[in-house]
């Protein structure tokens, strides 16, 4: 017989939950332990939260969804949940660089955390940071946001969407609740503020801005490479009425790539990775 080295709560009621998890997250905090709940699906998680940031403000909770499609469906998901995902990841990561601890939840779902996730340092490596009064060259932040999975379009108003107008350059990063105009005079940065994407009007002044990328896996020159060599070994020779493998052959992105997420990376992590000292 297994002998269990935790304490196992069953059966609590609805809200009694919330508050059982407030208190485990508290009790580890001197340990800097992240406290790690997978309930049944995200109705459940967005509960969770709720109750969590009104009951124990002092908790921090990260929230990290399931993909809303099948495995190997035809259609990639939803963006605005890539962008939550990945949004997830990145705070996941900013919280091992915290000095300031506090109790911390991880919030998600069995869906969620039985699928491998990119690996924590390819997130950590891709980031970049622009900050008012800074340099940044147009090429070069146009280059990190086509290799980082950002969608070029003419009006930004979706998470992972960008756009370029002259010297004004709109984007709607992953973890940010509006998108963000930078106003360019050549390569210096004006101004930083966050607008309306409905209204396109600007609202709040922004100090700096940071970029993480708005998709789980990037189509650079390494990784297209690391897909055609994983897929010709999984698939043998391919022929031109491929559109998957042409259309990532040629850094092009295709509607339910998504699923062939691992041939992007040598490896791959669970979110377990991501949780310090769980």
């Not at 190997?72 to 605005?80: A, G, H, L, Q």
Request: with cysteine; proline share 6%.
């Amino acid at each position: 017989l297994a002998v269990l080295t935790h304490p196992v709560i069953h059966g609590a009621p609805e809200g009694q939950d919330a508050r059982i998890l407030i208190e485990r997250a508290r009790a580890i905090m001197p340990e800097d332990r992240v406290l790690i709940h997978v309930a049944m699906d995200d109705a459940r998680v967005a509960e969770l939260q709720e109750l969590i940031a009104f009951f124990a403000p002092d908790v921090k909770v990260i929230s990290f969804p399931a993909w809303d499609c099948l495995p190997y469906d035809r259609v990639s998901p939803n963006v605005e949940i890539v962008a939550q995902r990945v949004a997830a990841l990145c705070a996941l990561i900013g919280w091992e660089q915290q000095r300031e601890r506090h109790p911390r939840i991880l919030l998600t779902t069995v869906n969620a955390i039985t699928q491998k996730v990119t690996p924590k340092n390819v997130i950590a490596s891709a980031s970049l940071i622009a900050e008012r009064g800074g340099r940044l060259k147009q090429e070069n932040l146009q280059t990190f946001l086509h290799n980082n999975g950002y969608n070029r379009t003419d009006t930004v108003r979706e998470h992972g969407e960008y756009a370029f107008r002259g010297g004004i350059v709109d984007i709607f990063p992953p973890g940010y609740d509006e998108p963000v105009r930078l106003d360019l005079f050549g390569d210096e940065i004006e101004s930083l503020r966050t607008f309306d994407p409905a209204s396109q009007r600007t609202d709040k002044k922004l100090s700096k801005l940071v970029l993480h990328p708005a998709t789980e896996f990037f189509l650079d020159d390494d990784s297209i490479a690391r897909f055609r060599s994983g897929y010709r070994e999984l698939f043998g020779v391919t022929h031109d009425n491929d559109p998957l493998y042409e259309s990532i052959s040629a850094g092009r992105r295709y509607n339910g790539m998504d699923h062939w997420l691992p041939l992007f990376f040598e490896r791959m992590d669970t979110l377990f990775d991501y949780a310090p000292n769980r």
